[in-house]
């Protein structure tokens, strides 16, 4: 019999994350119906695009569309939940005007990664979201997801360690919105706010696999970071294998066969 704790729930991240880097064209229309099959699925939350520069990542230049869209009823979704994300306080800007209300915030481990994809260093990135949040939380925004990348490895660099990628997870969950003081103050007045934590790759499932996956968990929740939340793409086959050893509740996911960097 399975413990309260032994469950999976999915937060389906493919129509940002598997998309992004596509080279094909995905048509508006194309990513509607999607969305809508997915949420058909049942997939209870599904991160729809992401306020970024569209000469950045081209394929996520109409994700203001999408939002339209939304508000217009011509993407249906039923009950599952937008999300969105984004990557500074240009983008909270964007996502605001077009009435996201789910956040998705981002940083990585490795430091080279994080100059080559946002042009920031780990400590600038934190401190460019503990804003996004502080705005977002005057506007009213209680659900964010926070996003560490490269914990199994940096494209560019190679080998990120496990305490590095512990220190950067601990940092970013001190901006947790509901703890007053640490972090980004909770003035009692707004409804309470909450930042789950991410912790993933860059290019899909680890290449250690399972065991990799469970070091990893093991030292945060040694060192008491919570609540975590594993992204394991399915591009090589190992997300089972890494969702049954690594004893995180929730596994964000790809749609299968399509995942790339955040």
């Known amino acids: 019999p399975m413990a309260a704790s032994d469950f999976v729930r999915i937060f389906e991240v493919g129509p940002r994350d598997g998309l992004q880097n596509e080279k094909r064209k995905v048509t508006v229309a194309q990513k509607v119906k999607l969305i809508e099959g997915l949420a058909l699925a049942g997939l209870p939350e599904i991160e729809i695009g992401a306020f970024v520069r569209s000469d950045k990542v081209p394929q996520m230049a109409d994700t203001e569309k999408l939002y339209a869209a939304l508000a217009k009823q011509k993407l249906r979704l039923g009950t599952a939940r937008p999300w969105a994300l984004v990557p500074n306080r240009k983008g909270l800007e964007r996502a605001l005007a077009h009435g996201a209300r789910n956040l998705a915030v981002f940083t990585a481990s490795s430091e080279t990664f994080n100059q080559r994809n946002i042009g920031m260093s780990v400590e600038e990135s934190l401190a460019e979201i503990r804003e996004v949040i502080a705005q977002a939380r005057a506007a009213g925004i209680t659900q964010f997801r926070g996003y560490v990348s490269t914990a199994f490895g940096c494209p560019f660099a190679g080998e990120v360690r496990v305490s590095e990628v512990v220190r950067v997870t601990r940092l970013l969950d001190e901006l947790e919105p509901s703890r007053g003081g640490h972090g980004v103050e909770d003035q009692g007045r707004r409804a309470a706010a909450h930042l789950d934590l991410h912790v993933g790759g860059a290019v899909g499932a680890p290449a250690g696999g ?29 997300v089972l294998a890494v969702v049954h050893l690594s004893s995180f509740g929730v596994r964000p996911q790809a749609t299968k066969g399509l995942g790339c960097a955040i």
């Open 210 to 238: 399972a065991g990799e996956a469970s070091c990893l968990t093991g030292e945060l929740r040694e060192d008491a970071v919570a609540p975590l939340l594993l992204q394991a793409r399915d591009l090589v086959g190992e």
